[in-house]
């Protein structure tokens, strides 16, 4: 299902395309982050683990844990 | 996932509290935690004239907001490093908030003494930039509670930061700092003030969280000398741990608290600064040896930003 080839990921300042549109749990997979320490927002809100991501979704993923 | 509280969509899900809340849930349930870690360790007692020291990133700037919501009127105080746009934009979100405040702060523009940033100075002085940058950042948080009356001095430290020093120094049984990692610690003499940690059982994601969700802008980028891979490396391995057992960095920072009462306290003599009457271990202090070596004779200036002063009618809320 290519045609939904629209979901885009922000993280660090990098945009990622993303295959389809997938629960937030499955998306931190993808990208092998933890939900410890990372926050995920869609379309400005932040939203829980099994939100379910839709197509020309915005998404942000938001690096919690700060050095020093 | 739903609110445990309202049954609206949540925004967040606390595995370690086993709960789900919704924005305006977990921004009530978050302050709320401070306010009670404020009573409950006597943080900040009635009549006290707390200042918040901000660099400008999600924990102090939160801190800062918390604490002035919560009906304890509290100033800032940023030391400004000179370090490029880093510096700079943080001085930016840091103005930012205090004028959402309405609240004063104090700013020290390391430039304008040592006309150099501190990675210049420290490696003048043949130090990393984190040790140049500790003692300067210590000497002017001390600095500016005695000279402005400021008595409690509040830092960002989360329960993540708690965690993985402790975590650190267990590990290898620096028994020196073991014990010094209390929310609370006494000023002594009246030559150094109060500190204290508000945050210490917030954890790094829900204090990231209150930040995105109380709409606080602040800097995400890190400090370019924050290179200290070890601390870093242990937050990641408690997170791990968290990930699988959640509430285990809490249980961590809990029992290390009901056992610190045990600890004790090791007496040395404090001696004071023949030039500043700051607290030392020899006839100079650290920061006047360093003025010192670079010749610098004026004194220090802080420059201030917006916000009403310490208004000593405001009523304490708590
Ligand atoms: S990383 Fe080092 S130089 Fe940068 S603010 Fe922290 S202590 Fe200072
Ligand atoms: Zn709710
Ligand atoms: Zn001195």
């Known amino acids: ?68 | 996932m739903k609110c445990r509280v309202c049954g609206q969509e949540a925004c967040i899900g606390l595995r370690a509290y086993n709960t789900a809340l919704c924005a305006d849930d977990f921004i009530f349930f978050l302050e709320k935690r401070v306010s009670t870690t404020i009573r409950k360790y006597h943080l900040i007692d009635a009549g006290d004239t707390p200042i918040v020291a901000v660099s400008g990133g999600k924990d102090s700037l939160s801190v800062w907001h918390i604490l002035n919501r919560l009906g304890y009127p509290a100033d800032g105080i940023y030391v400004d490093l000179g370090i490029g746009d880093y510096s700079r934009t943080s001085l930016v979100k840091i103005t930012q908030m205090a004028e959402k405040l309405q609240r004063k702060v104090y700013v020290l523009h390391v430039r304008d003494i040592f006309e150099k940033g501190i990675d210049e100075v420290a490696r003048a002085i043949r130090r990393v930039p984190c040790s140049a940058c500790g003692m300067v950042k210590r000497y002017v948080m001390n600095k500016i509670c005695i000279d402005r009356g400021y008595n409690v001095l509040i830092t960002g430290h989360n329960l993540d930061d708690e965690a993985a020093a402790l975590l650190g120094n267990l590990l290898y049984w620096k028994d020196e700092y073991l014990w010094k990692k209390s929310p609370s610690l006494e000023s002594k003499d009246g030559h150094l003030s109060k500190k204290v940690k508000p945050l210490f059982l917030c954890s790094e994601r829900e204090m990231a969280a209150y930040a995105v969700l109380s709409g606080i802008d602040y800097i995400y980028e890190e400090c370019p000398f924050s290179v200290d891979a070890k601390s870093l490396e242990y937050k990641g391995i408690l997170n791990k741990l968290e990930e699988s057992s959640p509430g285990t960095k809490l249980q961590f920072i809990k029992g290390y608290l009901k056992k610190i009462k045990t600890g004790k306290e090791e007496k040395r003599d404090m001696a004071y600064c023949e030039t500043c009457g700051y607290p030392c271990y020899g006839d100079k202090c650290n920061m006047c040896r360093l003025l010192e070596r670079f010749h610098i004779e004026k004194g220090m200036d802080f420059d201030e930003y917006g916000g009403s002063s310490l208004d000593s009618n405001q009523t304490m809320v708590t």
């Open chain 1, 1 to 68: 299902m290519c045609y939904e080839k629209a979901v885009k990921v922000e993280l660090e300042g990098k945009i990622y395309d993303v295959e389809k549109p997938m629960q937030v749990s499955r998306l931190l997979q993808q990208f092998s982050l933890s939900r410890e320490t990372h926050l995920v927002v869609v379309n400005n809100r932040l939203v829980t683990e099994d939100h379910r991501l839709e197509k020309d979704d915005q998404i942000k993923l938001i690096r919690v844990v700060s050095g020093g």
